[in-house]
């Protein structure tokens, strides 16, 4: 009887997996590239809107927004944000850790002061 109750258990656990179709990953990939896009987009409206808006900075959570789904959903777009923070270090000392966890998966680099 515990034979068939563990062959039982085997047979409901294998159908649960469904392999993904090739259709599937296809949107799939369509999708992520579409969410990165949309974050290159909202980077690029948060520069005007935050000259726009200068005593609220409406512009901020927009580009953080932008810049999140960009890093996440693209490697192209993590590769172009890691050049710029290579080419300009002292640009990620006004990104908080919590970011660039969220978005690298890494600890900020440490900046010193006197920008060397």
């Known amino acids: 009887m515990v034979d068939d109750e563990t062959s039982l258990d085997n047979q409901q656990t ?3 997996v469904k392999p993904v179709s090739p259709l599937r990953n296809g949107v799939h990939i369509a ?3 579409l969410l990165a896009l ?4 909202m980077i690029a409206v948060a520069i005007p809107i935050a000259f ?3 005593v609220i900075p409406v512009g901020l959570p927009i580009a953080i927004l932008g810049v999140v789904l960009l890093g996440r959903n693209a490697m192209w777009g993590r590769r172009w944000m890691e ?3 290579s080419r300009h270090p002292r640009v990620e000392r006004f990104a908080p850790n919590w970011l660039m966890r969220l978005v690298f998966g890494r600890e900020k680099r440490d900046v010193r002061p006197d920008g060397k």
Not at 38 to 41: A, E, K, Y
Request: no cysteine.
């Open 31 to 33: 999708f992520r590239q």
């Open 83 to 85: 050049g710029v923070l």
């Open 14 to 16: 294998t159908a649960a």
């Open 52 to 54: 726009l808006t200068p």
């Open 38 to 41: 949309l974050g290159l987009i």
